[in-house]
């Protein structure tokens, strides 16, 4: 792709052979922004010898320094193994318990000090403030509960099904300290969606809440955990028990029954364990600490196994250098911590560092667009973090609200897809008061946590590119014949790391032929080798890297779609549609939108003698937000008389794609059946 579509990116609209990277935003070299004078007198970093003592030749020694951030029960006597590649061990023979690295070590020093301020979406609730005190006491306490009522031990799986509340990380962090992986999956996917996950992964146990608020509703939520012990037993999976904690303590607040001998109210149980300690189970620094599940380029969403001190080590020192996180900070990412920027983000780096995280409940332009700000001046905030989603809708629903409140941020992140440097223009003079430090962080799920991303105190900002490799992190773009594509080339083809990091994902669970398949196997040259070297690591999206040595990212290379900056396959999307029994195709693809980024357009072909109606695509609609939740719900069902194809059978997706954002399908003459493409734009709307 490289070559071609570099070009296409400089000269023309992306046209014809439209993959998400050709379809991404595209935009020319911006100016760069100086971070402000304040910031780095206060920065943790701003020592530019920190990328010699990183480099390359100095790998794997230097993360010492990362596995060193953290309190350790048995220090490592390696830090680094790479015997089996790409299976990748990090601190070996250390043990550690990131529950206590979390909080415990901190209660010394900041006993009395916020750890969680959790937001509710009512504005009229009162804003909860738990000091570290009373985390380690409730994290103790359901500890002990999941231990003594549900008999967990370490290594085994807890699904969670939580809402944004301070009792999804306090429930995490009770896992963490069994040493039970938890596997969170985002409230917003459906109870069917958790099934699959909880039977991927051998749940036993699910835990969740009974309701929660959003967009001004209270939502039941405890519906979706019926539906998800439903689904997984006709997967020949058994949920044996649902803890439901209540968002009102002592009041049940939804309408579904509770399941005599299934489900217990956590709530109900908790004055049992009053007062009771767990000791923090002494773990092997290579135990997973969770499962993350994501989309990928085929089949059911995978799991991807994070360890601990790797995992920690990394998004600690991640949190204190390119987040510039100090104690007494107060810190708000307004992300879900259902998806990876929540767990690495709002959880485990912040509080690892000792400072205060804040959790909202609700909907960022709830009950207008200044409730965000409104809660930074009421809080405190000085280091806010947020996707260009959140920045685009708060941005057209109220661009004037900022000015109106007198928060003050000294850092803002920017974080799950590219953003176009007229709304990072916008972040940073209007959000940020021209005042603030700005990172714009590359990462995945896969990799922990950030991969690319300027130093705060180090480098200049510029808008819509992300930076450099972080330190520590080496990228490199490659073409498709493995041919290294040079700073300042001008070329877009596929970014990789060259070297392993403590923070990157160890395995998919269960499928480690799909690991190492999907993100090591295109560019290793020597599949024998013991050598990481030859092991780099493909993220799957494509990039260019401009003179100065700062990425651009494009946007995914596979069958991804990065919805409001959460990762959507598109095999998942069109196996719901296939589930409607009127449909006997289906394709989705990528529109290009003006908040969310990209939302879905799903096109569907039915069987001999069906008639195309709104009814069925209404049908077809529904049922993508049954399988997998209300967020990949598509822009348009569109029924066709027939998909585009090759002779060969194929469906052009590309075709599909330019008629949805509005684009030259290009030359179509050598499709099967190119008369079809006039009679679908004839019905797109
Ligand atoms: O395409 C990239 C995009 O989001 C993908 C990862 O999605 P997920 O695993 O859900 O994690 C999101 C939060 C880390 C990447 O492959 N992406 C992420 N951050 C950026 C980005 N694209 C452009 N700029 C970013 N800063």
Not at 421 to 447: N, S
Not at 643 to 649: C, V
Request: proline share 7%; with cysteine; aromatic share 10%.
């Amino acid at each position: 792709m490289a070559e071609q579509s570099a070009r296409r990116q400089s000269k023309e609209q992306p046209g014809a052979e439209v993959s998400e990277a050709q379809i991404a935003v595209h935009w020319q070299e911006e100016k760069y922004y100086s971070p402000p004078k304040e910031f780095i007198a206060q920065a943790n970093l701003t020592d530019k010898n920190v990328f010699k003592r990183m480099s390359l030749d100095k790998f794997p020694g230097y993360f010492k320094e990362f596995g060193e951030l953290l309190d350790w029960d048995k220090k490592w006597d390696k830090i680094f193994d790479g015997s089996k590649p790409p299976f990748w061990r990090w601190f070996v023979g250390g043990r550690l318990n990131a529950s206590s690295n979390c909080i415990d070590r901190h209660l010394a020093m900041h006993k009395n000090k916020t750890a969680i301020h959790f937001v509710p979406e009512p504005e009229n609730e009162p804003i909860q403030h738990l000091t570290y005190q009373e985390l380690y006491v409730r994290v103790n306490e359901f500890a002990a509960l999941l231990r003594d009522s549900c008999g967990l031990k370490a290594g085994d799986r807890v699904t969670l099904h939580m809402p944004m509340v301070a009792e999804l990380p306090i429930a995490m962090l009770a896992c963490a300290r069994l040493g039970v992986v938890h596997s969170q999956v985002f409230s917003g996917f459906s109870g069917k969606a958790c099934a699959d996950r909880a039977s991927d992964s051998e749940s036993h146990v699910l835990i969740t809440m009974d309701a929660y608020h959003r967009g001004g509703k209270l939502l039941d939520h405890k519906e979706k955990a019926d539906t998800a012990v439903a689904e997984a037993a006709k997967d020949g999976h058994k949920i044996d028990k649902v803890l439901v904690w209540q968002r009102y303590p002592g009041r049940y607040s939804s309408p579904a029954k509770l399941v005599d001998g299934r489900d217990f109210v956590v709530n109900e149980l908790l004055p049992k364990y009053r007062g009771k300690r767990v000791e923090p189970a002494q773990m092997a620094a290579d135990a997973p600490l969770f499962l993350m599940y994501t989309s990928g380029t085929t089949g059911r969403p995978k799991g991807c196994q994070h360890s601990i001190g790797g995992y920690l080590a990394y998004v600690a020192w991640t949190s204190k250098y390119i987040q510039d996180i100090h104690p007494e900070d107060v810190y708000w990412c307004m992300a879900d911590i259902g998806w990876i920027t929540g767990h690495s983000y709002i959880v485990y780096g912040p509080l690892a560092l000792a400072a205060s995280s804040v959790i909202y409940e609700g909907l960022p332009t709830y009950p207008d667009a200044g409730r965000p700000w409104r809660i930074a001046q009421e809080l405190d905030v000085n280091i806010f973090h947020t996707s260009p989603t959140a920045i685009r809708a708060l941005r057209k629903e109220g661009a004037d609200e900022p000015a109106k409140y007198g928060y003050r941020f000294k850092h803002m992140t920017t974080v799950g897809e590219p953003i176009e440097p007229e709304v990072w223009k916008w972040y940073h003079a209007v959000v940020g008061k021209g005042r603030a430090a700005i990172v714009d962080t590359w990462w995945q799920t896969e990799t922990g946590g950030f991969l690319c991303s300027t130093v705060p105190g180090i480098h200049k900002m510029k808008p819509g590119s992300a930076g450099p490799g972080v330190p520590g992190i080496h990228p490199a773009i490659y073409d498709d014949e493995g041919k290294e594509l040079k700073a300042g080339s001008g070329k877009a083809g596929n970014i990789c790391i060259r070297n392993p990091w403590p923070g990157v994902m160890q395995t998919i669970w269960k499928n480690p032929d799909r690991f190492v398949q999907q993100y090591y196997a295109r560019y290793c040259k020597d599949r024998k080798s013991k050598d990481w070297r030859d092991w780099p690591y493909m993220a799957g999206d494509g990039a260019v890297q401009a003179k100065d040595g700062y990425y651009r990212i494009l946007g995914r290379i596979d069958d991804v779609i990065n919805v409001a900056g959460h990762r959507l396959g598109t095999k998942e999307i069109e196996s719901a549609a296939l589930l409607v029994p009127e449909v006997v195709e289906a394709a989705v693809v990528p529109v290009a939108d003006q908040i969310k980024g990209k939302v879905p357009d799903l096109y569907v072909a039915l069987k001999p003698g069906m008639k195309p109606s709104d009814d069925v695509a209404k049908k077809v609609s529904a049922a993508v937000v049954t399988e997998i939740g209300a967020i990949a719900r598509p822009r348009q069902v569109v029924i066709v008389p027939d998909m585009p194809k090759t002779r060969s059978g194929k469906i052009m997706r590309r075709v599909l794609a330019a008629i949805s954002n509005g684009q030259d399908p290009g030359d179509v003459s050598t499709l099967a059946n190119p008369e079809v493409v006039d009679a679908i734009r004839g019905i797109v709307k």
